[in-house]
């Protein structure tokens, strides 16, 4: 079925059948028996599907969505439906900005992947608080902060202390992204100077609020073994929960699609399948230096169960998808679960 939508979905402006899609799987879940139908589409056979315990959160599977395809939080009904067990909103920063220029999103179709230089597009933290005051139970939602385009690197953690303070009383967790590659020196970030100050004040407020909520770090893939291992002994010194490795990369080696059609598109960060490799060897080298036992959650190129598999044998406890929603459609994560090695 979603072959057919997708022949047409791919006919349109990739951001613009973005919001179609989702559109259209909402309205349908509206109507009283086919949008029940379609809901009970969504269900795994698999009947021995575990919850996960995961930095402080229990989970109900290992499926999320990651951060980057709901930014606004404006869809999380939808995603309970599907079949999520958990989602990550954002990136938002505490001002509202309109991000890069369009056209900023790409499909390499070939090469089941994606393109985007989005650059933090958000309604700002306020907005996003008040829809998620109204989230449905059942879903753990996590906030993904940035900061804004405008903010010098220098002023960037009063970009994130605001994003957390605003966000703490209205998600499970919350990720700091110092990653992202299309917002101007952001990833300038990943170092010992800032993030361990940074970390130190958002425990120390974490602490005041006297009620717990686990704080990740998102990572880049593009890291060389030496600035990998590196921030490995930055991480050990945050008062951290786990690690999401890894964001969208600006590598763009062993692509099918041709050199032209790339150098056409420009800068972004790319993601789906010829991420998988390059982020897995991330998240396995993490799992090794930081041990077993520490919580990792593994994205980038997952497109179906043997991914998640892989991913979670080489050491994640939760995996998140992005672009192999696009490529897969809604059912991706019932497949993912019926063909998860419990």
Not at 31 to 50: D, E, T, W
Request: aromatic letters at 8%; charged letters at 25%; one cysteine or more.
């Amino acid at each position: 079925m979603y072959n057919l939508i997708k022949f047409f979905l791919f006919k349109l402006n990739p951001e613009k059948a973005h919001f179609v899609a989702l559109s259209l799987i909402e309205t349908t879940l509206r109507l009283p028996i086919i949008g029940k139908i379609l809901k009970s589409s969504f269900k795994p056979s698999n009947k021995i599907i575990k919850a996960i315990n995961f930095g402080g959160i229990k989970f109900p599977n290992h499926i999320g969505l990651a951060a980057g395809f709901d930014k606004d939080a404006k869809h999380l009904k939808l995603w309970k439906d599907i079949g999520f067990g958990h989602v990550e909103v954002g990136t938002v920063t505490p001002k509202p900005q309109s991000g890069n220029p369009k056209p900023r999103l790409f499909r390499l179709v070939s090469d089941e992947a994606i393109i985007n230089r989005m650059g933090f597009n958000n309604d700002g933290v306020s907005s996003m608080v008040e829809r998620l005051k109204m989230r449905p139970e059942g879903l753990i939602v996590g906030g993904n902060i940035g900061k804004n385009k405008i903010t010098p690197n220098e002023d960037a953690e009063n970009d994130y202390i605001h994003c957390f303070n605003e966000l703490y009383d209205f998600v499970d967790y919350i990720t700091v992204n110092v990653s992202s590659p299309n917002t101007p020196g952001l990833r300038d970030l990943q170092n010992e100077s800032f993030l361990v100050p940074l970390f130190e004040k958002l425990n120390k407020i974490r602490e005041e609020k006297g009620i717990f909520k686990p704080l990740f770090l998102k990572i880049a893939p593009d890291l060389q073994m030496s600035e990998l291992k590196r921030l490995v002994g930055v991480i050990k010194k945050l008062p951290i929960q786990g690690i999401i490795a890894t964001n969208t990369t600006i590598s763009r080696d062993d692509l099918e699609t041709s050199e032209k059609k790339i150098k056409k598109i420009g800068a972004g960060g790319l993601s789906g399948r010829p991420l998988f490799n390059t982020s897995t060897t991330i998240q396995s080298t993490l799992s090794i230096e930081l041990g077993n036992d520490f919580p990792i959650i593994g994205v980038g190129g997952i497109l179906n169960a043997d991914d998640a598999n892989e991913k979670i044998n080489r050491g994640a406890g939760l995996i998140q998808i992005y672009t192999g929603f696009v490529y897969q459609g809604p059912w991706i994560v019932k497949s993912i679960l019926n063909g998860l090695k419990q």
